[in-house]
T-cell receptor, first 112, second 114 residues
Framework: DAGVTQSPTHLIKTRGQQVTLRCSPK?????VSWYQQALGQGPQFIFQ???????QRGNFPDRFSGHQFPNYSSELNVNALLLGDSALYLC???????????FGQGTRLTVV | AQSVTQPDIHITVSEGASLELRCNYS??????LFWYVQSPGQGLQLLLK??????LVQGIKGFEAEFKRSQSSFNLRKPSVHWSDAAEYFC????????????FGAGTQVVVTP
């Protein structure tokens, strides 16, 4: 079992650009959540996908969007990047109403 | 407002000494409670969780946590720390009707000295 896998591990983007981050959930999991962790802070919930639909959303602007595919993998898209979007982006997967979430290693995004 | 508070930003402990990390939450009902650990540059690993039942829960790596409803607390403990326990620890909560949406505290950085 590969666990939750995220790609890429690191990337650097310029302000105003768009970025796509990818996540494959743990085998058997059908729910994917995305979190943003700024340096020195706890993770902040961005949104959650289940059955290919966004089910819950945190306090993030519409520049943050996502998608879930039939195989339960997911993408996080961020448009019009700001310097403040620099953070570690974590993907977590879980199964059904069991809220035990398993996290990937994260994607470190740097916006310059 | 709903919140999760970890009062200690940084704790230094000697190897072999005991460790206690504090976590308080403010919610209308008892949420699901979790402790995660994050090593430098890594994702989060679940140490233990509380959903219901016995208020003292055992986790991995020798950690345990006690839920106290009257104090809205869920403190993490370890009787004897190892150098490998140096990491950042996060308390998190999820509402029972908001599955998968975790709210994290700001974290406690644990440093272990020889």
């Amino acid at each position: 079992d590969a666990g939750v896998t995220q790609s890429p591990t690191h990337l650097i983007k310029t302000r105003g650009q768009q970025v796509t981050l990818r996540c494959s959930p743990k085998s058997g999991h059908d729910t994917v959540s995305w979190y943003q962790q700024a340096l020195g802070q706890g993770p902040q919930f961005i949104f959650q996908y289940y059955e290919e639909e966004e089910r819950q959303r945190g306090n993030f602007p519409d520049r943050f969007s996502g998608h879930q595919f039939p195989n339960y993998s997911s993408e996080l898209n961020v448009n019009a990047l700001l310097l403040g979007d620099s953070a570690l982006y974590l993907c977590a997967s879980s199964f059904g109403r069991n809220t035990e979430a398993f996290f990937g290693q994260g994607t470190r995004l740097t916006v310059v | 407002a709903q919140s999760v508070t970890q009062p200690d930003i940084h704790i230094t402990v000697s190897e072999g000494a005991s460790l206690e990390l504090r976590c308080n939450y403010s919610y209308g009902a008892t949420p699901y409670l979790f402790w995660y650990v994050q090593s430098p540059g890594q994702g989060l690993q679940l140490l233990l969780k509380y959903f219901s039942g016995d208020t003292l829960v055992q986790g991995i790596k020798g950690f345990e946590a006690e839920f106290k409803r009257s104090q809205s607390s869920f403190n993490l403990r370890k009787p004897s720390v190892h150098w490998s326990d140096a990491a950042e620890y996060f308390c998190a909560v999820a509402l029972t009707d908001s599955w998968g949406k975790l709210q994290f505290g700001a974290g406690t950085q644990v440093v272990v000295t020889p």
